[in-house]
C-alpha cells in the first residue's frame, strides 16, 4: 500500500497530448485520489496547449516529468515507437506506470520491460479496455451457453476517406497491424487461451493523390489503408478468423464478433448482441465502451494505492503481441507458423 497526503493527493505524470491522453486526463482529473497532473508533449507548446485546455501543470520535457521525486506513477500515452523508451525510464526512475498497448512493437523489448519491472517491484499495467466493454463482458458471460466453440469470426473495418499522415498510419511507427491494434488479439486470446498455429496475410495501399501514388520522401512509410487477415488455431479445438482494416479503401464500417458451437451461436455486430441457439433468437444486453478508461484508470489507482488486482496482467498482454508479432513473421515468410 502506498502512503499519500489525503489533502494533497497523488501527484500523477502523463506523458501525450493525443486522444487516448485526452481521455486519460479526463479520468484523472474526475478521481478525488489525484491532486495534481503534470503533462509532457511532443513539443513543449503541445504540452502547454493541452494543459491550458484541461487545466493541469505542463511540464515542457517528458524527461523533466519523469525526473520530478515528487510524481507519484506515470501514465503514458504516447506513440508506439516512443512508449518503451518512457516506460523504461519511468520504472528505471522508481515509478509505478500505466501505459497504453503495446507496451513495445518487439516482443522481446516489452518482455525486457515487464522484468524490469518485477526486479524493482513497481506496478506496470498495459491497458486494454477491450476487456472492460461491454461486448466483452457479453462475450465472455455466454460463451458457455453455445457449447463447444468451433469457429470463430472478429472483424473491424474502420473507412476514412482521406487517412491522416500521421504515426498511426506509418508502417514502421505504428506497427504491424495486429501489433498496433493488439485488442484483436488480445480478445480472442482471452476468450479461447492458448494458440496451437496461426497463417495470417497482410496488404498496404499507399498514399495517392487524384488516383496517383505519392512519391514518399526518404524514411516515409505512410499507406492510405490496410488490411490484415489471421487464422488462429487454438489449443481448445476453435478455428478464429480476425479481420482488421482501415482507411480509404472502405466504403462501410464493420465491427462484428461471431462465434458458433455446438449448441449454439453468438453474434455480435456493434454494441448489440444475440444467442442462436436453435429456431430461438435471445437479444443479449450489451453496454458500450462509455466509462472503460474512468474504470481502467480507476483499477490502476486501486492497484497503485491497495495492491488490488488489476483486471488484466502484463504477462497477458505480452501473449498477445507474441502473437501478433508471429502473425507478421508468418506474411513475412508466406507460412504457417506452429507454437512450441
Known amino acids: 500500500m502506498v502512503d499519500q497526503n489525503p ?6 505524470g502523463l506523458v501525450g497530448t493525443g486522444f487516448v491522453a485526452r481521455l486519460r486526463v479526463q479520468a484523472l482529473t474526475g478521481d478525488e ?3 495534481e497532473v503534470l503533462v509532457a508533449g511532443r513539443s513543449p507548446q503541445k504540452g502547454q496547449a493541452f494543459a491550458e485546455k484541461w487545466g493541469v501543470t505542463s511540464v515542457p520535457q517528458w524527461q523533466e516529468l519523469i525526473d520530478d521525486s515528487a510524481v507519484d506513477i ?3 500515452a504516447s506513440t508506439n515507437t516512443h512508449r518503451p523508451m518512457v516506460v523504461r525510464s519511468a520504472l528505471e526512475a522508481g515509478k509505478a506506470v500505466a501505459t497504453e498497448y503495446p507496451l513495445a512493437l ?3 523489448e516489452a518482455a525486457g520491460l515487464i522484468k524490469l519491472a518485477q526486479d524493482k517491484k ?6 486494454h479496455i477491450e476487456r472492460l466493454g461491454g461486448v466483452h463482458r457479453a462475450l465472455m458471460r455466454h460463451l458457455p451457453n453455445i457449447g463447444e466453440p468451433i469457429y470463430g469470426r472478429y472483424c473491424t473495418l474502420s473507412p476514412k476517406r482521406s487517412a491522416p499522415k500521421s504515426w498511426t498510419y506509418s508502417r514502421s511507427q505504428f506497427g504491424f497491424p495486429f501489433v498496433g491494434a493488439l485488442s484483436r488479439i488480445q480478445r480472442t486470446t482471452h476468450a479461447f487461451g492458448k494458440v496451437e498455429s496461426l497463417s495470417a496475410a497482410a496488404t498496404y495501399w ?3 493523390v487524384e488516383g496517383e501514388p505519392v512519391n514518399h520522401q526518404d524514411g516515409e512509410d505512410f499507406y492510405a489503408a490496410c488490411l490484415a487477415q489471421a487464422q488462429l488455431r487454438f489449443s481448445a479445438g476453435p478455428i478464429v478468423e480476425v479481420v482488421y482494416g482501415k482507411g480509404d479503401r472502405y466504403a462501410q464500417p464493420e465491427r462484428r464478433f461471431e462465434v458458433r458451437g455446438t449448441e449454439g451461436t453468438l453474434i455480435f455486430d456493434g454494441s448489440e448482441g444475440i444467442l442462436l441457439r436453435g429456431e430461438e433468437a435471445i ?5 458500450g465502451k462509455r466509462g472503460s478508461f474512468n474504470r481502467d484508470t480507476a483499477a490502476v489507482l486501486d492497484g497503485f494505492l491497495d495492491n488490488k488486482p488489476l483486471y488484466i496482467s502484463v504477462e497477458e498482454s505480452l501473449y498477445a503481441l507474441q502473437v501478433a508479432d508471429l502473425a507478421r513473421q508468418a506474411v513475412v515468410e508466406n507460412r504457417t507458423i506452429s507454437f512450441e
Open 7 to 12: 489533502k494533497q493527493g497523488l501527484r500523477v
Open 33 to 35: 485520489r489525484v491532486g
Open 74 to 76: 506515470v501514465f503514458v
Open 106 to 108: 518487439d516482443p522481446t
Open 122 to 127: 513497481l506496478l506496470l499495467h498495459v491497458e
Open 206 to 208: 499507399d498514399t495517392t
Open 283 to 287: 437479444a443479449l444486453e450489451v453496454g
